[in-house]
């Protein structure tokens, strides 16, 4: 009772405790010291987030405690009213009088033993509800500490942000002026003018890409979160009540909604050439700014190759401008520093994401093997068709589709070169046509026939089967990485990848079984047998694959009973 009233009390006063007196500390510290600051909160933060899971982990062991002491007190208690029995009993007769002893003595021992082991556990299960009162102090006191460290976060990197901005608009204002007052000047004054703007907007890029590399880092470490929290708790139903009918249905909406481990893999491929790219610019500018220490020896070697005349008149001035330079260095060399460590979060943050949504998919796909994925059919299956034909087609849903895959083809040319392959592709379907049928002029021909001439058959085969995947999978492809890609859209872009594989491999298919195919010229297949292969794989794509597309979009998007109806129809 004293150890909880004492965190009580530490709770009590955590929560009375004043922000805005922390703030107003804050507030007289320079942008290192906030920054400073912010990493010894965060670790705070880091180190009471691990109390407070390892303290739920001992309420869930400690609550589980009173069935297995009950049980273990009746083993026990068996056990000791054996042992009571044999002690009660004469020694033996039989063997060495000493064995006899011996073998008494253990027993008596066991026991001792077993009489200690009850009175602990009748002393653990008469304090079990202090033993629990006391973890759930603990953490809420883990609780409260971590809601203050968050609040001191926020308003801590509010204040950070508010610097950085600050310093950034006057580097910016200051060049610019620069730039007016060394206007008409000599030319080495302007070059330097405009070069320290460069820097200015720089110092201003890189504050504006670190307020958002930290807010993704803060949304990615959630989702982690989250997903873990969800796996655990799934085995903790797992673990009490068994699968269910009710259960699989949650279960099966979190595996989808988690997220596609192949784009974040990507996105963490791309991080870590942004952090290699920063940090060797960083080395570049140190180097500058060391070069910079003595300004005047600095400013004479970059006005080495001028007259003594110019060089008296420019000295001063260059000196003036190098001193700003040296100054937004060393400003831009502390801002790199904290963009390459919230680069660095930002790729642990996705690191560990992809390794709990791995762990949770392993886990899912393990116990949702032989769980029913959607309702039996019945007369309802079909009542929700007419409302799901009018949502796929809906032109709200495809505007947003296009207009995604606008903002593609507009902020890169990525999609615009896919375009242009898939269409010259199609252009040159002819001559491609024409290379693939000369490939099997030779075959047969002992003295010219090779190996050769198959290769390049099924290459020609290949790109000629390439234009139209290529262009649905470049689609959808762009279409998954558009920020403003909604479900409608995502599943579009799912659809358009998975279809553009199978079409791909079936046009394949089908070129090699005409008329001109390897299968024909080199392979020798009978032409009756290539016929019926050809028009069949014809009927799969224009038959299957769009009502495929179809089935693919209606599951994975958000229509109501997307898993029956539609989907199930064209299944």
Request: charged share 25%; proline share 2%.
């Amino acid at each position: 009772p004293a150890q909880i009233l004492a965190l009580e009390e530490q709770i009590a006063a955590l929560r009375e405790t004043s922000i805005e007196q922390v703030v107003r500390e804050y507030r007289a510290l320079s942008l290192e010291q906030l920054e400073s600051g912010l990493l010894k909160e965060k670790a705070d933060l880091s180190a009471y987030e691990a109390t407070l899971t390892k303290d739920h982990e001992a309420l869930k062991y400690h609550q589980g405690r009173p069935q297995a002491i009950r049980q273990r007190l009746i083993e026990a208690n068996i056990e000791a009213e054996g042992i009571a029995s044999e002690l009660q009993q004469p020694l033996a007769s039989e063997g060495s009088i000493s064995g006899n002893e011996a073998r008494h003595w253990v027993r008596e021992t066991q026991a001792v033993l077993l009489g200690s082991e009850i009175n602990m556990l009748d002393m653990e299960l008469a304090s079990h509800l202090s033993r629990i009162e006391l973890i759930q102090a603990r953490i809420g006191l883990a609780e409260a500490n971590i809601e203050l460290a968050r609040n001191r976060l926020e308003r801590l990197q509010s204040l950070i942000d508010a610097e950085r901005n600050t310093k950034a608009s006057k580097v910016q204002q200051e060049t610019r002026q620069s730039r007016l007052d060394t206007a008409g000047s000599h030319s080495v004054l302007q070059q330097l003018a405009v070069s320290n703007t460069e820097l200015g907007l720089q110092i201003s890029q890189y504050t504006a890409e670190l307020n958002l590399l930290e807010d993704e880092a803060e949304r990615v470490s959630s989702r982690a979160k989250q997903i873990d929290q969800d796996h655990k708790r799934a085995k903790q139903k797992l673990d009490i009540a068994g699968m269910s009918k009710i259960l699989g249905k949650v279960l099966q909406e979190q595996r989808r909604a988690l997220p596609n481990t192949h784009l974040y893999r990507e996105k963490k491929k791309r991080l870590e050439a942004r952090i290699a790219d920063a940090s060797l610019l960083q080395i570049e500018y140190k180097d500058e700014h060391q070069q910079m220490k003595n300004l005047d020896t600095y400013a004479q070697a970059y006005l080495v190759e001028m007259s003594v005349e110019d060089m008296g008149r420019l000295i001063q001035p260059v000196k003036e401008l190098l001193g700003d330079r040296a100054a937004y260095l060393a400003q831009l060399i502390t801002i790199q520093e904290s963009y390459i460590r919230a680069l660095s979060e930002l790729d642990f943050a996705q690191t560990r994401l992809l390794d709990v949504a791995n762990r949770y998919d392993d886990f899912l796909a393990e116990h949702l093997l032989w769980i029913r994925s959607a309702p039996p059919s019945s007369l309802n299956t079909f009542k929700v068709i007419p409302g799901q034909i009018r949502m796929l087609f809906s032109v709200d849903r495809w505007k947003s589709v296009f207009s995604a895959l606008w903002q593609q083809l507009s902020s890169g040319p990525v999609l615009l070169l896919i375009i242009l392959i898939a269409a010259y592709l199609e252009w040159k379907k002819a001559d491609m046509k024409r290379a693939l049928a000369s490939t099997g002029n030779m075959v047969g021909k002992p003295s010219k026939d090779s190996i050769l001439y198959t290769l390049k058959g099924i290459v020609w085969t290949l790109l000629l089967s390439l234009s139209w995947p290529l262009l649905m999978l470049g689609t959808g492809w762009q279409l998954q990485n558009a920020v403003s890609a909604d479900v409608f859209t995502k599943a579009v872009s799912l659809a358009l990848i998975q279809v553009a594989e199978a079409l791909f491999i079936l046009r394949a298919f089908a070129l090699m079984c005409s008329q001109e195919g390897v299968a024909s010229k080199h392979f020798k297949w009978p032409a009756q047998a290539l016929g019926l292969l050809h028009k069949d794989i014809r009927t799969l794509i224009l038959g299957v694959l769009p009502l495929g597309f179809i089935a693919i979009v209606t599951v994975n998007t958000d229509f109501p009973g997307q898993e029956v109806g539609l989907a199930r129809l064209v299944f």
